[in-house]
């Protein structure tokens, strides 16, 4: 029996579709009887619409590039489904999901919030706010605060690159997260606004980040301006977070500098969101602005088709131009980005014991995990071509050759310390875990910075004295802020002669410069040697 073309329909949460890894045109569906059946392309992406809330009506019109569907293509991808108990319908059971969903490593939801129905005082409320005038109301207030800060600029380095308190930088944090909840928040009213309904809501652990979510599938069945609106809705909400706190800050003036820091940091943390290859508000937003849905499954195998083809495949991809090229940044960016964080935290993990290593396995398995598990989706593609026999080994060849390449090049390598300044008024650099790091034996040079909680301002230049001497601090280097009561840190110290620059604070930070060594050779010296 064929449903209406018209007719909506919902699929259950248990019904997941994965690609088959050595058959670019076939799927697997995995039913919520645990049947798992292989299906075709076309079937698969109809799946997909049907589940991202698009009315079947309006599914012909979203056919990719060369394919060609009616009505009744739409209608018998309805019905099989229905056989297969996949479809929620009113007589059907469903057994009551877990709230703890475990995606992977770095993505791990609790649902708090199952909304079945939002209520009408509910309804009126996110109608009023995200009306046209509440709307102007925030953005106002947003421009108001960039309009303080045009007029001081040095407010914002000040703020970012002074040291504060623990208890002032707990409460950053705390307005920082509390801000990614009404970001959340936004996109579900938003919906509300304009007639949708949030699925899920509830707080995640994200990249080992406290985080919050708010699923809003129901917004890909709406047009395109509501689309947008409820996508944007929550990088808005932080635009005026954190307006709110940067007006309050400078309305309190010299008391306001906290207010002022965690304004820019929420602005900070909304502005992320714009990132469009990673799947954030960002990449939905150009998903909905192009009317492409599926970007970034239809990109990562797009960029994994062409590049198959290039070492023995059968076929580049089919897919639009930008497509292709989207998904190159797609593939790569994750890998980039944890890559440089990698690199950015690596002094500073280096002293933190245990914890230090945990987080460096974390992102590291990350990065290749990522690296392996597109490489492998395209060596299982080009292993289908007729040229596999030559491409694949080329391929693993380069690689091989352009990681050695990479690991042999020269870099500068640095060590991260705490400036301290002593009882008889002397300058002094203290190395964290010294007990196991390398310390220059000769004179190194030292840059000298502010010990900001975003921002390090370098305030002076110097050299280290080769001597060495057992000193405390009341912090290291790796923790932007200062505190007298604050348990203190042993370590090894060495002099430093101030050459160049303003004096530097009481407390700050700098980096000693060691002499230029192989990446490998670097890597290996803070893993190994430096208090792991």
């Not at 207030?141 to 308190?165: E, F, H, Q, R, Y």
Request: aromatic share 8%.
């Amino acid at each position: 029996m064929t449903a209406p073309a018209v007719a909506p329909v919902v699929l259950r949460e248990e019904v997941q579709l994965s690609r088959l890894r050595d058959v670019s045109a076939a799927w697997l569906l995995d039913t919520p009887t645990g049947r798992r059946l292989k299906v075709g392309h076309d079937f698969a992406l109809i799946t997909q619409f049907l589940a991202a809330g698009a009315s079947p009506d309006r599914i012909p019109d979203m056919a990719p590039p060369g394919a060609s569907w009616r009505a009744e293509h739409v209608d018998k991808v309805v019905a099989r489904l229905g056989e297969l108990d996949c479809l929620l319908t009113a007589d059907t059971v469903v057994t009551k999901a877990a709230r703890l969903r475990y995606h992977d490593l770095f993505a791990i939801q609790l649902d708090l919030w199952r909304p079945q129905r939002v209520g009408d005082r509910a309804t009126r409320l996110a109608k009023a706010i995200w009306s046209v005038p509440g709307i102007v109301l925030g953005l106002l207030i947003g421009l108001a605060a960039v309009g303080v800060l045009a007029l001081d600029p040095g407010v914002v380095a000040t703020a970012l690159g002074s040291p504060v308190s623990p208890v002032d930088l707990g409460l950053v944090v705390l307005i920082t997260w509390l801000s990614t909840v009404i970001h959340e928040l936004s996109h579900g009213g938003s919906l509300v606004a304009v007639g949708g309904r949030p699925r899920r809501f509830g707080l995640m652990l994200f990249f080992f980040m406290p985080a919050a979510y708010c699923e809003v599938t129901d917004v890909w069945a709406l047009p395109r301006p509501s689309r947008a609106l409820v996508i944007l809705a929550g990088m808005m909400s932080q635009f005026t977070v954190g307006g709110l706190l940067i007006l309050w800050g400078t309305y309190r003036g010299p008391d306001g500098g906290l207010a002022t820091l965690a304004g820019l940091v929420v602005w900070i943390a909304g502005s992320i969101n714009l990132l469009p290859f990673v799947k954030l508000d960002g990449y939905l937003l150009v998903a909905t602005l192009t009317e492409t849905p599926f970007l970034l499954k239809r990109s990562l195998a797009a960029f994994a088709d062409d590049l198959a083809a290039l070492v023995g495949g059968t076929r580049p991809s089919d897919e639009a131009p930008w497509i292709r090229f989207f998904g190159f940044f797609t593939t790569f960016t994750p890998l980039v980005i944890s890559v440089v964080v990698l690199g950015r935290l690596l002094n500073t993990l280096s002293t933190w014991g245990i914890v230090g290593v945990l987080i460096v396995v974390g992102l590291a398995g990350y990065a290749l995990g990522v690296l392996l598990r597109s490489g492998w989706a395209i060596v299982c593609r080009a292993l289908t071509g007729p040229r596999a026999r030559f491409g694949v080994p080329a391929l693993a060849a380069s690689i091989t050759a352009g990681l050695v390449g990479v690991g042999m090049l020269p870099v500068q390598e640095e060590l991260a310390v705490a400036v301290t300044r002593t009882p008889d008024d002397s300058l002094q650099v203290v190395y964290g875990q010294a007990d196991h790091c390398f310390i220059p034996d000769r004179s190194a040079p030292v840059r000298l910075s502010t010990n900001g909680v975003l921002l390090q301002q370098p305030v002076g230049r110097g050299v280290t004295d080769p001597r060495t001497h057992r000193t405390e601090v009341s912090t290291v280097a790796t923790v932007p802020v200062t505190w007298p009561d604050a348990p203190r840190t042993v370590g090894l110290a060495q002099g430093v002669h101030v050459e160049g620059g303003d004096v530097p604070l009481e407390a700050g930070v700098g980096t000693v410069q060691l002499p230029s060594a192989p990446l490998a050779q670097v890597v290996f010296h803070r893993v190994w040697r430096c208090g792991w």
